[in-house]
Nanobody, 120 residues
Framework: VQLQASGGGLVQAGGSLRLSCAAS????????MSWFRQAPGKEREFVAA????????LYADPVKGRFTISRDNAKNTLYLQMNSLKPEDTAVYYC??????????????WGQGTLVTVSS
């Protein structure tokens, strides 16, 4: 499966953005999906994950209550709604497909990343 992330940009603190991840191929609905992010000078970190059906979700503590992961299997698309953004959310955001987990190693397929910059 090939993944294409989009929707990043520059936003002021307190604002919102919605990221999208379009998947090619017919196997999108077989995979759990996730979002990771990597800030400058830092390692890639888990943000959120969702099962193939959308029935279960996981969130990293720093984004709980502010971010919402969702998917539309009919459209082969994954979403990340980000509200109440903070400067520390600034990072390149990556979508990934694989096994439902917080470990990056559980995901075999990765998108190219989309940059989110939150100004203070």
């Amino acid at each position: 499966v090939q993944l294409q992330a989009s929707g990043g940009g520059l936003v002021q603190a307190g604002g919102s953005l919605r990221l999208s991840c379009a998947a090619s191929g017919r196997t999108f609905s077989r995979y759990s999906m996730s979002w990771f992010r990597q800030a400058p000078g830092k390692e890639r970190e888990f943000v959120a994950a969702i099962t193939w059906s959308g029935g279960s979700t996981l969130y990293a503590d720093p984004v709980k209550g502010r971010f919402t992961i969702s998917r539309d299997n009919a459209k082969n698309t994954l979403y990340l709604q980000m509200n109440s953004l903070k400067p520390e959310d600034t990072a390149v955001y990556y979508c990934a497909a694989g096994t439902y987990a917080v470990d990056a190693g559980a995901y075999a397929y990765w998108g190219q990343g989309t940059l989110v910059t939150v100004s203070s």
